[in-house]
């Protein structure tokens, strides 16, 4: 039998570096091979219409409430992956004045699938207008707005680009504040008083993602003056986006 030799310790240490950088190549390019596939799916190109919202018909009502419940605001609970699954209520004149007198609540804690790394961005605008936005790609972005009654809790935020979050217009009127803005104006408005405003935000995964690809939001009110379903898209022009993580390039 011939002896058994033992390798020196330098050597075991030169095989293990190289297994475990072989690992991490290896992780790294199933990474850059998920965000490509993530690429070719719908919704991960960069590219909207209409300031990143789009009004797809009248409103639906995909959440039963009561008059009981006016002025209130329902939070679904949050699905196996921890991701937020509905908000809706019917928002009253009085219900607004009130968030209007406690005013901006600080957001305390991340939505789910925000990023460990939120990175600067320069996002043109979609009509090539020459406007642009540099800052935060990612905004905590709530379902039903702060100026609306929502809460900062983790049930009501989802990971938005900012362009989700505002639209790119130079009156921030896009996205999600679309909506927003349509219904605090109905809000504000003292006529309104007896006639309360329908709200619901659904937002839409796919598969496993951990950041919504779009978010829907239905809003009638009692006249039906306004009746909307809305589809806000989560991208941002120039951009493209791995929904799992919130990684961007």
Same mark, same amino acid.
């Given at each position: ?18 297994? *475990?950088?072989? @690992? ?10 998920? =965000? ?6 719908? @919704? ?13 018909? !009248? =409103? ?6 009561? /008059? ?6 329902? #939070?679904? !609970? ?20 009130? /968030? ?6 600080? *957001? ?22 020459? =406007? ?12 039903? =707005?702060?100026?609306? @009654? %929502?809460?900062? *809790? ?5 990971? %938005? ?12 009127? %896009? ?10 104006? #109905?809000?504000?408005? !003292? ?20 950041? !919504? ?29 791995? #929904?799992?993580? @919130?990684?961007?390039?």
């Amino acid at each position: 039998m011939y002896p058994y030799k033992i390798k020196p310790l330098w050597v075991t240490m030169v095989q293990l570096t190289i297994v *475990i950088g072989v @690992g991490f190549a290896i992780i790294a390019w199933l990474l850059t091979l998920r =965000a490509q596939e993530n690429a070719k799916q719908p @919704g991960a190109q960069p590219g909207t219409t209409s300031n990143y919202y789009s009004i797809g018909g !009248p =409103a639906e009502h995909p959440y039963q409430t009561d /008059a009981s419940s006016d002025g209130t605001i329902t #939070y679904c !609970p949050l699905d196996e992956l921890s991701r937020p699954t509905c908000a809706y209520g019917v928002l009253t004149t009085e219900s607004r004045l009130q /968030a209007k007198q406690r005013g901006r609540q600080d *957001i305390t804690v991340n939505p789910t699938g925000w990023p460990e790394k939120n990175q600067k961005a320069t996002i043109k605008d979609y009509k090539d207008s020459g =406007a642009s936005y540099y800052g935060w790609f990612w905004n905590r972005s709530h379902m039903v =707005a702060d100026s609306l @009654g %929502g809460d900062p *809790i983790k049930e009501n935020l989802v990971t %938005g680009t900012r362009t989700q979050n505002v639209g790119l217009s130079k009156d921030h009127n %896009g996205g999600m504040a679309y909506a927003e803005t349509k219904a605090r104006d #109905y809000l504000d408005n !003292p006529a309104n008083a007896q006639c309360p405003l329908y709200y619901a935000v659904t937002p839409n995964y796919q598969n496993s993602e951990l950041i !919504p690809r779009t978010v829907t939001i239905d809003m009638e009110s009692c006249d039906q003056s306004i009746s909307e379903h809305i589809t806000v898209f989560n991208t941002a022009d120039g951009w493209n986006i791995d #929904y799992y993580n @919130g990684r961007i390039g």
